[in-house]
């Protein structure tokens, strides 16, 4: 099923998280290791498509050399909103799977931040990073051309008031995208491991154009996942 699905199209994958820098030697990071991302660009590859993987902190490698896919290392969100801007603006397909830092340190300090006498310890001031996925559904409705299909991905864990579903629900209509990747998380769940449990959420919009039961549950290695994530993206 897999094979020429994606033939001659252009697929963005985002993977890894980002690193936002405080001072030469310290950032704030996050703990995706980038295999649900890196899993999607092989995935994407097989199917038959031209992949450009933005590949943010990773605690696996990238796939350097694989066939198919080129690879673009970036460490901030900064880097990886411009990186999304001028590759993932001219793809037919971007998932955007990367854990994006939603803050970063509102001041860069040239210097290393040192231990004072005085007893005073320092106050870290966060701004926030720009939504990258939601910049890009934004751009696609301004300038009328884009990827035909956006995925955003969300980890949520609900709690005692709020269903994941609904949660994740609410983020596809928030973020305007075409599909919705929900990883239930929490203790032990999905953050570096190898097995995942996933939802695929379609918007309104799509859902009539596919056949299958809406919202598709996937459970199983995240290279499964990952062919599930391309498959409905590619109908
Ligand atoms: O809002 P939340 O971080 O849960 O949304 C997750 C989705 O949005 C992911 O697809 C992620 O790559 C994307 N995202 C983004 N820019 C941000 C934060 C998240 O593109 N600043």
């Keep these: 099923a897999q094979n020429g699905l994606l033939a001659g199209r ?22 995706s290791s980038g295999k649900q991302g890196v899993a999607l ?35 901030t969100a900064e880097e990886l909103h411009n990186a999304v801007a001028s590759a993932g603006d001219e793809a037919d397909l971007l998932l955007m799977a990367a854990a994006v830092a939603d803050f970063r340190p509102a001041d860069y300090t040239e210097a290393k931040i040192k231990k004072t006498e005085d007893g005073v310890d320092p106050v870290i ?18 300038r009328g051309t884009g990827p035909t299909v956006i995925v955003g991905f969300a980890a949520e864990t609900g709690d005692a008031a709020n269903d994941p579903l609904d949660l994740a629900q609410a983020k596809l209509l928030r973020k305007g995208c075409e599909l919705l990747v929900l990883n239930r998380v929490g203790e032990g769940l999905v953050f570096g491991q190898d097995d995942t449990e996933i939802h695929i959420l379609a918007s309104f919009g799509v859902q ?4 299958e039961a809406d919202p598709l549950h996937v459970t199983g290695s995240k290279q499964e996942a990952a062919r599930a994530v391309v498959e409905r993206a590619g109908e």
């Design 41 to 75: 660009a092989a995935a994407a590859a097989a199917a038959g498509a031209q992949v450009h993987l933005i590949a943010g902190i990773m605690e696996v490698a990238a796939p350097e050399g694989a066939a198919g896919i080129t690879v673009e290392r970036v460490e």
């Design 208 to 211: 009539g154009l596919l056949g």
């Design 10 to 31: 252009r697929v963005v994958v985002t993977a890894g998280g980002t690193r936002e820098p405080l001072d030469p030697v310290r950032y704030l990071g996050n703990r």
């Design 125 to 142: 001031h966060l701004q926030r990073n720009p939504d990258i996925l939601s910049a890009t559904v934004r751009r696609r409705a301004e």
